[in-house]
């Protein structure tokens, strides 16, 4: 039975793997849940999974849990999230923390050969050649849960005798695909995603492209590839998950249904596959799989991620860092939907590039550009 350690417990990638484990009381065992500041919820998941480590943000919170499982062990605060990421009573962790709050947990996890199942497109964003790094030195897995990029894996299964032409990494294109961008799209209008649900930080990311631009510096880092090698390709049914083209012409295609349990439960028993419920698809009813190609100029912050790409390393960190920092002003309703784009691209142009060796000097520059965006949204 593996034991299972979910960083991120309460949000929807969360919810979806402990229904994978639920499914699969023989197979998995939970023994570690991070919330952030959902207290009910997790409260519920600790009653259903009976893990033996908890951490939530807040003390009182915190304090809270102890007087109602006084046998569990209950971290909070910066401390107690360095503490219970560095504990290694687990044999998978699923690092779907949101943000780059999600970076020092997994290099924690992954500096002592854990296997990770990682969720969180920013800690490869922000931190990429480090963690890769890390992950050899230490003999660590890394696995994603990505479905993009799990689609990808799955198709690179038997194939490392075989070099990769051309990662098709496909979108979905979100809710605006056909419509003009313009400051008159609402925050309601842009969580509307038609074909996923997701948390609403990376709904605005895909509504923009920019979750895009995420998995391109991702699939860079996982599967060792020029940006030149990936190409993206929007695909408004979700069927393909994405593609591998070889060097002989030949592309290897993963096709699924829309759900996150099945490459959720892909990387909780790699290699192996599991049963599900979930329907599956039906070829002679989907009768046609339609491909287009993005629009760069308008769907400007794919063109910045690519950008940030050439610049380098410390590009990347201001790209994730500036965008979340917009992204979180246009869902509270401070900037208008235009400007997230155009006050990530005035952070990208003032930036000088510089090295990150270490969690820290990543963390740092992640912070400083942090406070330029904010100020920058003030006036």
Same mark, same amino acid.
């Given at each position: 039975?593996?034991?299972?350690?979910?960083?991120? !417990? /309460? +949000?929807?990638? +969360?919810?979806? /793997? *402990? =229904?994978?484990?639920?499914? =699969?009381?023989?197979?998995?065992?939970?023994? /570690?849940l991070v919330a952030g500041k959902n207290i009910q919820k997790l409260i519920e998941q600790i009653q259903e999974f009976e893990p033996k480590n908890v951490y939530i943000t807040a003390e009182k919170n915190a304090n809270k849990i102890k007087e109602l499982y006084p046998n569990l062990h209950v971290y909070h605060g910066e401390e107690g999230m360095e503490e219970i990421s560095q504990l290694t009573d687990f044999d998978i962790g699923v !690092?779907? *923390?949101?943000g780059v709050a999600g970076l020092q947990p997994t290099y924690n996890m992954i500096k002592n050969g854990k296997t990770v199942a990682l969720a969180n497109k920013e800690v490869l964003v922000a931190g990429g050649k480090l963690i890769m790094d890390t992950a050899k030195e230490n003999k660590a897995t890394l696995l994603t849960v990505d479905s993009e990029h799990s689609a990808i894996m799955q198709c690179l299964q038997g194939e490392k005798q075989n070099k990769i032409d051309k990662i098709l990494l496909t979108a979905s294109g979100g809710p605006f695909f056909d419509e003009e961008i313009t400051d008159a799209i609402t925050v309601e209008q842009a969580l509307n995603h038609p074909t996923w649900k997701m948390g609403p930080k990376v709904t605005i990311d895909s509504s923009t492209m920019m979750n895009k631009g995420f998995e391109v510096i991702e699939a860079k880092w996982l599967f060792d590839v020029n940006p030149s090698q990936i190409q993206v390709v929007v695909h408004r049914k979700s069927i393909v998950h994405s593609m591998v083209q070889f060097q002989d012409g030949t592309i290897m295609a993963n096709l699924g249904p829309k759900s996150m349990q099945i490459p959720i439960a892909y990387a909780l028993n790699y290699p192996n596959r599991l049963v599900n419920n979930i329907e599956k698809i039906d070829l002679f009813k989907i009768a046609k799989l339609e491909f287009e190609k993005p629009d760069l100029e308008k769907f400007q912050c794919l063109k910045l991620a690519f950008e940030a790409i050439e610049k380098g390393h410390?590009?990347?960190?201001? *790209? =994730?860092?500036?965008n979340e920092v917009l992204v979180d002003a246009f869902l509270n309703k401070k900037i208008t939907y235009t400007q997230i784009p155009k006050g990530i691209k005035k952070m990208l142009d003032s930036h000088e590039a510089m090295e990150l060796n270490t969690v820290e000097e990543i963390l740092a520059l992640d912070y400083k550009i942090k406070e330029e965006t904010r100020k920058i949204i003030e006036g």
């Amino acid at each position: 039975m593996k034991k299972i350690a979910i960083f991120g !417990s /309460t +949000g929807s990638i +969360g919810e979806s /793997t *402990l =229904n994978v484990i639920k499914e =699969n009381p023989d197979l998995f065992e939970v023994v /570690t849940l991070v919330a952030g500041k959902n207290i009910q919820k997790l409260i519920e998941q600790i009653q259903e999974f009976e893990p033996k480590n908890v951490y939530i943000t807040a003390e009182k919170n915190a304090n809270k849990i102890k007087e109602l499982y006084p046998n569990l062990h209950v971290y909070h605060g910066e401390e107690g999230m360095e503490e219970i990421s560095q504990l290694t009573d687990f044999d998978i962790g699923v !690092s779907a *923390l949101v943000g780059v709050a999600g970076l020092q947990p997994t290099y924690n996890m992954i500096k002592n050969g854990k296997t990770v199942a990682l969720a969180n497109k920013e800690v490869l964003v922000a931190g990429g050649k480090l963690i890769m790094d890390t992950a050899k030195e230490n003999k660590a897995t890394l696995l994603t849960v990505d479905s993009e990029h799990s689609a990808i894996m799955q198709c690179l299964q038997g194939e490392k005798q075989n070099k990769i032409d051309k990662i098709l990494l496909t979108a979905s294109g979100g809710p605006f695909f056909d419509e003009e961008i313009t400051d008159a799209i609402t925050v309601e209008q842009a969580l509307n995603h038609p074909t996923w649900k997701m948390g609403p930080k990376v709904t605005i990311d895909s509504s923009t492209m920019m979750n895009k631009g995420f998995e391109v510096i991702e699939a860079k880092w996982l599967f060792d590839v020029n940006p030149s090698q990936i190409q993206v390709v929007v695909h408004r049914k979700s069927i393909v998950h994405s593609m591998v083209q070889f060097q002989d012409g030949t592309i290897m295609a993963n096709l699924g249904p829309k759900s996150m349990q099945i490459p959720i439960a892909y990387a909780l028993n790699y290699p192996n596959r599991l049963v599900n419920n979930i329907e599956k698809i039906d070829l002679f009813k989907i009768a046609k799989l339609e491909f287009e190609k993005p629009d760069l100029e308008k769907f400007q912050c794919l063109k910045l991620a690519f950008e940030a790409i050439e610049k380098g390393h410390s590009h990347q960190v201001v *790209l =994730n860092a500036a965008n979340e920092v917009l992204v979180d002003a246009f869902l509270n309703k401070k900037i208008t939907y235009t400007q997230i784009p155009k006050g990530i691209k005035k952070m990208l142009d003032s930036h000088e590039a510089m090295e990150l060796n270490t969690v820290e000097e990543i963390l740092a520059l992640d912070y400083k550009i942090k406070e330029e965006t904010r100020k920058i949204i003030e006036g």
